[in-house]
């Protein structure tokens, strides 16, 4: 068969989505309407740690249209959220510990009532002590939260003798850094709908990037089988890691009302609600040392990194897997020793965020390296490059890369084309401007903390008219999945894109595929529907070769039709000879991701089947008189492997940058006492449109062979080294060394005064 | 509760109905009318999510009551199309990838109608302005600029 032309691979293919979103014609969670529906409010705990001595709801029983309360008495299940470990009970019992925690909820027959009734109910408490500093947290004689030491999850990596090492360089840097949370944002709030059937099932409306996460929670709450429940995904507002978990506790709490009442239940937050009880990017503190010879040659690296995991450990110990396993930086280092910890505290519970525990650390690890070029007396990317990973080396886990590793391209690229040459700090009046630097890797998948987790499947459909239907469980969130995965599956099947209809996700069709996370899906959903299309790939083209009286070698498929010489016929029109002759046109399809090897112990071994690269220039002005930055541009180049959509990918570098430039420089979560004080969009800063720099993104498309197409996975490297690279830069600009994030004019300034 | 009798026209169509005076205009548009297309993104006029034209002005709906729009044309993303800019706006949205997760979308689109029916000869700097009170957590706004400058140059 003469195929060497990809029909929709690789081509900026527009998002199957986007007309019904500009015509505002698609349907989120609160858009959605059915016979009956309530809704509920959450009670929430008003102090941060408390011990529940009573709930009433007597004056919330004079509001009209009030339905009733609803607490842990109510649960029909297991009272334990399953998530990695199962501290975190859906409704307390005894003890709320984080301010804003649901505690109860009231259930009322209009929002309004809802939210009056919510306020009414009262809970008594005696007030009980808690700590909120992660670091105090650990010491020998604080207060205890959790376990004998507030320590949710460790894990130490080690390779040689680092500390030995360590003594031995002729250059040795030191650094301690600290970074603050922060808020996905995400436009649309957490939203989700409980309907109880007329046969006693459920049907749950979510917007959730893990409808198999809410599946797993709605069935441990409400005692339910998973056969019994069905969890549809509605279109999502952004996600961002902060739909993977928490969507689950949303909708179980909206299922535990809707089983007690019998009615549909809206549980929809408002954004204040969302900040203050969600997950978030968690707090880091980090200690790092680096040492190198005299040669400019990495020889040890010491991490000690600590995140502050909040009141339930979620998924703290994955998150902190993620970081610890990347804590070294994207080098050659015989000597490693890392040493990471997730602590319990009693605020807001930490969870995903894009990035995944590693963008903290990046922060660390990119600004001390960058510290040591300077020690040494090198440029910082030319000690990178003489430092840096490339095929065969070895990460500080051991494992060994494979030929899709284009870091050193990426360095080269950016350098080019920042003209890093002139690197030489400019200054007009008050400010000042220069480049800073950065590069990253991020290991694609669950990798070896989630392995157990990492496959998934895909159901394709045909239709007698040659319309496809393809069933996923991987979620499209706004990062582009729907368009990726209906590119494969036209182009594998020779279909036209508008054959392809994927929708989302619905857990009663298609087999727990795992969660929408780790930039996995393009890999994972993607190779599921290659395996769901193989054997129907296989019967198309031979009926087509048929059709067109030659043989499957001589003919040419391309964009939806079959041609041999003068003669072509449609994939439809194949489809419908297929039915004729009785063939098979569904299949399901079933991806396993590649084994890894790494192991808790010792900390050694393969943690992901694959790593994604980038590698950033920024450049920035400061205001000395003010400690204002501006970020004029930012030069980015990424190895995610083939780019199944280049623009959609493109997409993905513009939006990542400006949460990593947010993260670096606005967003600014203030807790005080337990208590957050700037829960809003006026008081916690994003970035708007007039802070956006020039974007200028470049790609080296490393292949992967076990990716689909040769993809690895996009969504999260583009976040993930902005923040050092504008801390670089700043540094280089007005030798203010900054170590914490954000970086605020108030710590700009402060940090220039220091200097002079 | 207190009751008055609102008579304005959406999207061109004439619309009389007794509502709640405590009525937003953004739960009159998505609950009263049905047309869900308008978000609800921060509830305090921050996002933009919510933006309807009132006559020929963008305003944040959650901001405004219902009673504020006796008398008044209000169009929002659903009607938006019959107006100038307004499919060009659409399509390009659509081409130039502007769209993401699609919730602040509706707000853009109708904040850039506003921005191109005052100034047809905005400038790129412009329309960044003209766009202060909108975010968007996905895209990093590059392709919605590009989006609304390429709309403007065709019309």
């Known amino acids: 068969m003469k195929n060497k032309f990809f029909s929709f691979i690789g081509k900026p293919v527009e998002r199957v989505d986007a007309t019904a979103k500009v015509r505002g014609e698609a349907f989120y969670g609160d858009d959605l309407i059915f016979p009956g529906m309530v809704y509920a409010r959450a009670v929430r705990n008003p102090r941060p740690r408390i011990e529940i001595k009573k709930i009433s709801d007597k004056k919330a029983r004079e509001i009209t249209g009030y339905l009733g309360v609803v607490t842990y008495k109510d649960i029909k299940g297991v009272n334990a959220w399953p998530v990695v470990m199962k501290d975190y009970p859906f409704l307390p019992e005894k003890e709320a510990r984080f301010h804003s925690e649901t505690v109860a909820l009231a259930v009322a027959e209009t929002l309004s009532a809802a939210k009056k009734a919510a306020s009414l109910i009262e809970i ?39 500390i030995k090492a360590l003594k031995e360089c002729d250059f040795v ?19 989700a709908t409980a309907v109880p059937e007329k046969d006693g099932s459920l049907t749950v409306y979510s917007s959730t ?20 429940i069905k969890v549809i995904q509605t279109v999502t507002g952004g996600g961002f890691g902060g739909k993977e978990d928490v969507p689950a506790l949303v909708a179980s709490h909206a299922a535990i009302c809707a089983m007690k009442f019998e009615r549909p239940v809206r549980l929809a937050y408002d954004r204040k609600e969302d900040f203050m009880s969600m997950s978030k990017r968690h707090p880091s503190w980090a200690k790092v040392s680096y040492g190198a010879d005299k040669n400019g040659k990495l020889k040890a690296c010491v991490v000690d990194y600590v995140l502050d995991g909040g009141a339930y450990s979620t998924l703290s110990p994955i998150v902190l897997w993620r970081g610890a396993v990347h804590a070294a930086g994207p080098y050659k280092i015989e000597n490693v020793f890392i040493e990471a910890k997730a602590v319990a505290t009693n605020k807001v519970p930490c969870g995903a965020y894009r990035g995944f525990g590693q963008p903290q650390i990046c922060f660390a690890q990119e ?70 630097f950065s590069c990253t890797y991020y290991g694609v998948g669950l990798g070896a903390g989630g392995r157990y987790l990492d496959r998934a499947g895909a159901f394709v459909n045909i239709y007698k008219d040659g319309s496809v239907k393809v069933d996923v469980g991987n979620t499209e969130m706004g990062q582009g999945a729907l368009t990726v995965l209906s590119q494969i599956a036209a182009e594998t099947l020779n279909a036209s894109m508008e054959n392809i209809r994927i929708s ?8 727990d595929s795992g969660p929408t996370v780790a930039s996995r899906t393009t890999l994972m959903s993607g190779n599921a529907i290659i395996e769901a299309c193989a054997p129907l790939r296989e019967r198309i083209f031979l009926t087509a070769a048929d059709m067109l009286k030659t043989s499957g070698q001589k003919m040419f498929a391309y964009g939806g039709y079959f041609y041999f010489k003068d003669r072509k016929v449609s994939f439809s029109e194949v489809i419908r000879e297929c039915w004729g002759r009785r063939l098979k046109m569904s299949e399901q399809g079933w991806y396993v991701a590649p084994k890894t090897s790494f192991q808790k112990e010792n900390g050694q071994g393969d943690a992901y089947v694959i790593y994604s690269y980038s590698a950033d220039v920024a450049d920035v002005e400061v205001d000395v008189k003010t400690g204002e930055v501006q970020v004029k541009k930012i030069y980015a180049a990424y190895d995610v492997g083939r780019l199944i959509n280049p623009k959609l990918a493109q997409a993905q570098g513009h939006g990542g940058i400006l949460q990593g430039m947010g993260w670096a420089l606005y967003e600014n979560l203030v807790i005080k006492n337990g208590i957050m004080l700037n829960p809003n969009f006026t008081d916690y800063v994003l970035p708007i449109s007039t802070d956006a720099p020039e974007y200028d993104i470049s790609f080296k498309e490393k292949l992967y062979k076990y990716g689909p197409y040769k993809a690895k996975g996009m969504g999260e490297v583009p976040l993930i080294g902005v923040a050092p690279a504008i801390r670089n830069a700043i540094k280089k600009a007005c030798k203010a060394k900054i170590n914490s994030a954000p970086m605020t004019p108030e710590i700009v300034l402060e940090k220039i005064g220091e200097e002079i | ?21 405590s009525l937003r205009l953004l739960d009159f548009i998505r609950d009263v009318l049905g047309l869900k297309g308008t978000k609800e993104g921060c509830g305090e006029g921050e996002c933009g999510a919510c933006m309807v034209l009132m006559d020929g002005r963008a305003v944040n709906s959650c901001l405004v009551m219902a009673v504020q729009a006796h008398q008044k044309r209000i169009v929002t993303i659903e009607g938006i199309h019959k107006h100038k800019y307004g499919a060009q706006l659409q399509e390009s949205f659509v ?13 853009f689109i109708i904040a850039a109608q506003e921005i191109l029916s005052k100034n047809p000869k905005a400038t790129l700097d412009e329309i960044k302005e003209g766009l202060a009170g909108n975010l968007c957590r996905c895209t990093g706004y590059e392709n919605i600029f590009r989006a609304i400058d390429k709309a403007r140059r065709k019309k």
């Not at chain 1, 989302?504 to 087999?511: C, Q």
């Not at chain 2, 502007?98 to 602040?104: E, I, N, R, S, T």
Request: include cysteine; proline fraction near 4%; hydrophobic fraction near 30%.
């Open chain 1, 124 to 162: 008594s408490y005696k007030e009980l002590p808690f700590i909120d500093d992660p670091l105090k947290a650990l010491e020998k004689n604080s207060l205890k939260i959790y376990g004998k030491d507030n320590i949710f999850s460790s894990y130490t990596i080690k390779k040689g003798n680092a």
């Open chain 1, 173 to 191: 840097v030191e650094g301690e850094f600290k970074t603050n949370y922060q808020v996905h944002c995400y436009l649309e709030t957490q939203t």
């Open chain 1, 209 to 228: 990037q893990c409808p198999f996460y809410v599946l797993d929670a709605v069935s441990a709450a409400t005692g339910l089988p998973n056969n019994r």
């Open chain 1, 367 to 436: 600004s001390l390296i960058d510290d040591l070029a300077d020690k040494i007396g090198m440029d910082p990317i030319e000690f990178r490059l003489k430092n840096i990973l490339k095929t065969k080396d070895e990460t500080a886990t051991g494992q060994k890369l494979d030929s899709s590793c284009g870091i050193k391209e990426l360095i080269e690229i950016v350098r080019d084309r920042s003209k890093w040459i002139k690197n030489t700090p400019t200054s007009i009046g008050d400010k000042k401007r220069a480049l800073g």
């Open chain 1, 504 to 511: 989302e996700v619905d857990t009663s069709k298609v087999p």
């Open chain 2, 1 to 21: 509760m207190k009751k008055f009798k609102l008579e304005c026209e959406v999207n061109g169509k004439k619309v009389k109905v007794e509502i709640d005076s």
């Open chain 2, 95 to 107: 081409k130039e990838a502007a769209v993401q997760c699609g919730f602040c979308t509706p707000g």
